[in-house]
């Protein structure tokens, strides 16, 4: 089984700031990892994922995230934010030697940018 | 989004009443999902299929039942609705392959259920 911890609810930044998006994650077996966001009043959007390879993977609309085996963690950083970015962002997780397994998601960041 | 939708988008209906909501997807995928998203909870799987006439049980799937006759619809009924069940409810379908795994889910855009 997996869980996804998203240790921040609420993340309130200045346009322009950088951010970062934390996600820890427990798998006993190797897994996929994915970030969605969701803008208001919409369906989940997938942003970026690590499948394999480089830990540093990048994403639409300037994110980025990096995949840290050691610490199991999945971080989502963008160096500026715009007010466009304001959404709530899920990270996923999905084991990776089962066929149509389920992604199991975590509670949400909430991403506020400010003007 | 391209290739899935769900319907209704918004409902309200009065507790104890049935309610059945639909996904439909033109991608021919195998896997369809559903799961409920509530403030604080994430998003919840309550059931899935991974065929017609395959259906599984998610973490939270007392008081909701699935069908799936038809590859391309994936049925969500609610047998006696509860204010509990008042929730944004999303669809997902994804791609058979253990090797494509890896793309994830694509989402409907959701129906928003309010029971009163």
């Known amino acids: 089984a997996q869980s996804v911890t998203q240790l921040d609810s609420q993340v309130p930044v200045f346009e322009e700031a950088p951010v970062e998006l934390r996600c820890n994650y427990s798998s006993s077996v190797s897994v996929y990892l994915f970030w969605y966001v969701q803008y208001p009043n919409q369906g989940l959007q997938l942003l970026l994922k690590y499948l394999s390879g480089s830990t540093l993977v990048k994403g639409i609309n300037g994110f980025e995230a990096e995949f840290n085996k050691s610490q199991t963690s999945f971080h989502l950083r963008k160096p500026s934010v715009h007010i466009s970015d304001t959404a709530e962002y899920f990270c996923a997780v999905g084991p990776r030697e089962t066929s149509g397994s389920r992604l199991t998601f975590g509670e949400g960041t909430q991403l506020t940018v400010n003007p | 989004d391209a290739g899935i939708t769900q319907s209704p988008r918004h409902k309200v209906t009065e507790t104890g009443t049935p309610v059945t909501l639909r996904c439909h997807q033109t991608?021919?995928?195998?896997?369809m999902y559903w799961y409920r998203q509530d403030p604080g909870h994430g998003l919840r799987l309550i059931h899935y299929?991974?065929?017609?006439?395959?259906?599984d049980k998610g973490e939270v799937s007392d008081g909701y039942s699935v069908s799936r006759s038809k590859t391309e619809d994936f049925l969500l009924t609610l047998e006696s609705a509860t204010s509990s069940q008042t929730s944004v409810y999303f669809c997902?379908?994804?791609?058979?392959?253990?090797?494509?795994?890896?793309?994830?889910?694509?989402f409907g855009s959701g129906t928003r259920l309010t029971v009163v």
């Open positions: 997902a379908i994804s791609e058979s392959k253990v090797w494509r795994l890896g793309y994830g889910y694509t």
């Open positions: 299929s991974y065929g017609v006439k395959d259906t």
């Open positions: 991608e021919n995928h195998r896997y």
